[in-house]
C-alpha cells in the first residue's frame, strides 16, 4: 500500500508518523511519500519519520518529494494537510478582524472565509493532477476549513472525505472518564465541520446504552472547563457542543480575551521554530512531547482508521468524518457536507441516521450551512460582491457595516493570494 502526504513538511506530521507506525497491522504501508515544496522543511521531517519508522520496527519505506506528480503516482490514498500562507496568514486572519469586535480565527468567521478562498483554489489543483495522475486514489482532507474544501471536492467530483479530530477527542477522553476502551464509545456526534454536538455517548455501538447523563452529572465540571464554557449551560443544554461552540456561545467574552493576549498563530509559529530545531536532531527518533501542544490530538489514530476503511482493511466500520448530507439531515441541502457518523468502505463513507435535531442547534447548522454555500461560491468564482455576501451571511459577522469593511480588510490582507484580486 502506498499513501501520499501532501504538505509533508508540517511540523503536524511527526504525529501521523508515529500513528502509522504504531497501527501498521490496521494499514500495511509499504511506501509513505511525503511531499511537500519547502525543501528545508521537508529534509527534517522527512529524517526524523525516518528514524520512527525504524525505532518502532516498521518496514515501510519513506519517500520524499518536492513533486506533486512523482508523490501522488500509484498512491492508494493521499492525505491533504495545507496551510496556504504559513502562519503569517494564519496571524492576519486571527487578528483583522478582531478591529470590528469580530472573532479573530482561522477556522470560522472572516478569518475562516479569508482562509478558505487562498485553499480552495489550491486543493483542487492539485485534486485535478491526483485525478489526472491517479483516478483511482482516495483523497482524506484534513485541510481547514475542512467542511467547505471538502464540499468544493466532491462538487468537482472528487473521491474524497473530510476528516477532524474533534469527535476522536471526546471519544478518548469519555472512554477515560468512563473507564473503558474508546472503541466501545460510539458518539451521538451531529453538525458542520466546527459546529457539531454530541447529543448522546453509547456504550457499545449504536444501539448501546446511552451514557451522555452519566457523564454530565459525574464529570461535568472537567468537560466545562476544557470547552472553557459554564457548567449550567452544560445542563441546560444536555448535550456536549465541540468547543469551537464558544466562538457562538461566548462571542463578546472571546473576543476580550484575543484583544488581550498573543495570537495561537504567534504562540504556533514559535512552537514551530523549536519544534524544526528538535527534528534535526539525528539522536530523536520519536515524536516530542512539545508536539502535543502543537495541536491535532489523535489525528493519527483518525486518519489511520479512515484510510483503512476506504482502502478495505481493518478500519472501524462506524467513523465520524465530513461527507455529502443526502438527506441525514432533512433540513439541510442534499450537497451540503455534514459531520456524522457513517459507515465507511471501500465505496466510500455513507452516514448513519440521526435522530430529529432540536432547532436550537438545526437553525445555527443551516444559517452556517447557507455561510458554506456563499463561501465556496466566493472561493470558486472570487469577486467583492460575493465575499460581501459570505461575511453577511455568517452569524459571527451579520451586519452589513461589518461586512463591507471586513471585505476591504481581508482582499487586502489575501491579494497575492487571490488571482481575481
Same mark, same amino acid.
Given at each position: 500500500?502506498?499513501?501520499?502526504?501532501?504538505?509533508?513538511?508540517?511540523?503536524?506530521?511527526?504525529?501521523?508518523?508515529?500513528?502509522?507506525?504504531?497501527?501498521?497491522? &490496521?494499514?500495511?504501508? /509499504? @511506501?509513505?511519500?511525503?511531499?511537500?515544496? #519547502?525543501?528545508?522543511?521537508?529534509?527534517? !521531517? +522527512? $529524517?526524523? =519519520?525516518?528514524?520512527?519508522?525504524?525505532?518502532?520496527?516498521?518496514?515501510?519505506?519513506?519517500?520524499? &518529494?518536492?513533486?506533486? /506528480? @512523482?508523490?501522488?503516482?500509484?498512491?492508494? #490514498?493521499?492525505?491533504?494537510?495545507?496551510? !496556504? +500562507? $504559513?502562519? =503569517?496568514?494564519?496571524?492576519?486572519?486571527?487578528?483583522?478582524?478582531?478591529?470590528?469586535?469580530?472573532?479573530?480565527?482561522?477556522?470560522?468567521?472572516?478569518?475562516?472565509?479569508?482562509? #478558505?478562498?487562498?485553499?480552495?483554489?489550491? !486543493?483542487?489543483?492539485? =485534486?485535478?493532477?491526483?485525478?489526472?495522475?491517479?483516478?483511482?486514489?482516495?483523497?482524506?482532507?484534513?485541510?481547514?476549513?475542512?467542511?467547505?474544501?471538502?464540499?468544493?471536492?466532491?462538487?468537482?467530483?472528487?473521491?474524497?472525505?473530510?476528516?477532524?479530530?474533534?469527535?476522536?477527542?471526546?471519544?478518548?477522553?469519555?472512554?477515560?472518564?468512563?473507564?473503558?476502551?474508546?472503541?466501545?464509545?460510539?458518539?451521538?456526534?451531529?453538525?458542520?465541520?466546527?459546529?457539531?454536538?454530541?447529543?448522546?455517548?453509547?456504550?457499545?455501538?449504536?444501539?448501546?446504552?446511552?451514557?451522555?447523563?452519566?457523564?454530565?452529572?459525574?464529570?461535568?465540571?472537567?468537560?466545562?472547563?476544557?470547552?472553557?464554557?459554564?457548567?449550567?449551560?452544560?445542563?441546560?443544554?444536555?448535550?456536549?457542543?465541540?468547543?469551537?461552540?464558544?466562538?457562538?456561545?461566548?462571542?463578546?467574552?472571546?473576543?476580550?480575551?484575543?484583544?488581550?493576549?498573543?495570537?495561537?498563530?504567534?504562540?504556533?509559529?514559535?512552537?514551530?521554530?523549536?519544534?524544526?530545531?528538535?527534528?534535526?536532531?539525528?539522536?530523536?527518533?520519536?515524536?516530542?512531547?512539545?508536539?502535543?501542544?502543537?495541536?491535532?490530538?489523535?489525528?493519527?489514530?483518525?486518519?489511520?482508521?479512515?484510510?483503512?476503511?476506504?482502502?478495505?482493511?481493518?478500519?472501524?466500520?462506524?467513523?465520524?468524518?465530513?461527507?455529502?448530507?443526502?438527506?441525514?439531515?432533512?433540513?439541510?441541502?442534499?450537497?451540503?457536507?455534514?459531520?456524522?457518523?457513517?459507515?465507511?468502505?471501500?465505496?466510500?463513507?455513507?452516514?448513519?441516521?440521526?435522530?430529529?435535531?432540536?432547532?436550537?442547534?438545526?437553525?445555527?447548522?443551516?444559517?452556517?450551512?447557507?455561510?458554506?454555500?456563499?463561501?465556496?461560491?466566493?472561493?470558486?468564482?472570487?469577486?467583492?460582491?460575493?465575499?460581501?455576501?459570505?461575511?453577511?451571511?455568517?452569524?459571527?459577522?451579520?451586519?452589513?457595516?461589518?461586512?463591507?469593511?471586513?471585505?476591504?480588510?481581508?482582499?487586502?490582507?489575501?491579494?497575492?493570494?487571490?488571482?481575481?484580486?
Amino acid at each position: 500500500m502506498k499513501l501520499t502526504v501532501v504538505g509533508g513538511g508540517s511540523t503536524y506530521t511527526p504525529e501521523l508518523i508515529d500513528g502509522f507506525a504504531r497501527l501498521r497491522d &490496521t494499514l500495511p504501508i /509499504e @511506501e509513505l511519500v511525503l511531499v511537500d515544496p #519547502a525543501a528545508d522543511r521537508l529534509d527534517l !521531517v +522527512g $529524517g526524523l =519519520a525516518r528514524r520512527i519508522f525504524a525505532r518502532q520496527g516498521h518496514p515501510g519505506r519513506v519517500v520524499t &518529494t518536492p513533486h506533486l /506528480e @512523482e508523490g501522488i503516482e500509484g498512491a492508494d #490514498a493521499v492525505l491533504l494537510q495545507l496551510r !496556504v +500562507g $504559513g502562519q =503569517a496568514a494564519r496571524q492576519q486572519d486571527e487578528t483583522w478582524p478582531l478591529d470590528c469586535g469580530c472573532v479573530g480565527q482561522e477556522t470560522t468567521g472572516a478569518g475562516g472565509l479569508a482562509k #478558505a478562498l487562498r485553499t480552495v483554489p489550491v !486543493v483542487l489543483d492539485i =485534486a485535478e493532477r491526483v485525478r489526472r495522475t491517479n483516478p483511482d486514489a482516495w483523497i482524506i482532507d484534513f485541510t481547514n476549513p475542512v467542511g467547505i474544501v471538502t464540499r468544493a471536492l466532491l462538487q468537482a467530483g472528487h473521491k474524497a472525505v473530510g476528516l477532524c479530530n474533534v469527535a476522536i477527542g471526546f471519544q478518548r477522553k469519555f472512554a477515560g472518564m468512563l473507564g473503558v476502551t474508546p472503541g466501545e464509545i460510539h458518539l451521538e456526534h451531529v453538525g458542520l465541520n466546527h459546529l457539531t454536538w454530541e447529543t448522546g455517548v453509547r456504550l457499545g455501538g449504536p444501539e448501546g446504552e446511552d451514557v451522555l447523563p452519566k457523564l454530565l452529572a459525574e464529570y461535568g465540571d472537567p468537560i466545562a472547563a476544557d470547552l472553557h464554557l459554564p457548567r449550567p449551560l452544560l445542563d441546560r443544554l444536555g448535550v456536549v457542543p465541540s468547543y469551537y461552540l464558544r466562538y457562538y456561545y461566548a462571542h463578546d467574552e472571546v473576543v476580550r480575551e484575543l484583544r488581550t493576549k498573543p495570537s495561537r498563530a504567534a504562540e504556533v509559529a514559535a512552537m514551530e521554530r523549536r519544534l524544526l530545531e528538535m527534528y534535526a536532531d539525528p539522536a530523536l527518533d520519536e515524536k516530542p512531547e512539545l508536539l502535543a501542544e502543537r495541536g491535532g490530538a489523535y489525528y493519527s489514530e483518525a486518519a489511520v482508521d479512515l484510510a483503512a476503511g476506504l482502502l478495505g482493511g481493518g478500519g472501524s466500520p462506524y467513523q465520524v468524518v465530513n461527507t455529502y448530507n443526502r438527506g441525514t439531515l432533512p433540513f439541510l441541502p442534499d450537497d451540503a457536507v455534514i459531520e456524522v457518523q457513517a459507515a465507511v468502505g471501500h465505496q466510500g463513507a455513507t452516514p448513519l441516521s440521526v435522530p430529529a435535531v432540536d432547532p436550537l442547534y438545526a437553525g445555527l447548522m443551516a444559517q452556517v450551512t447557507a455561510y458554506e454555500e456563499l463561501a465556496l461560491q466566493a472561493a470558486l468564482r472570487g469577486g467583492r460582491d460575493r465575499v460581501f455576501r459570505a461575511l453577511l451571511a455568517h452569524p459571527l459577522i451579520g451586519q452589513y457595516e461589518y461586512a463591507q469593511t471586513l471585505t476591504d480588510q481581508l482582499i487586502s490582507h489575501n491579494r497575492e493570494h487571490l488571482a481575481w484580486a
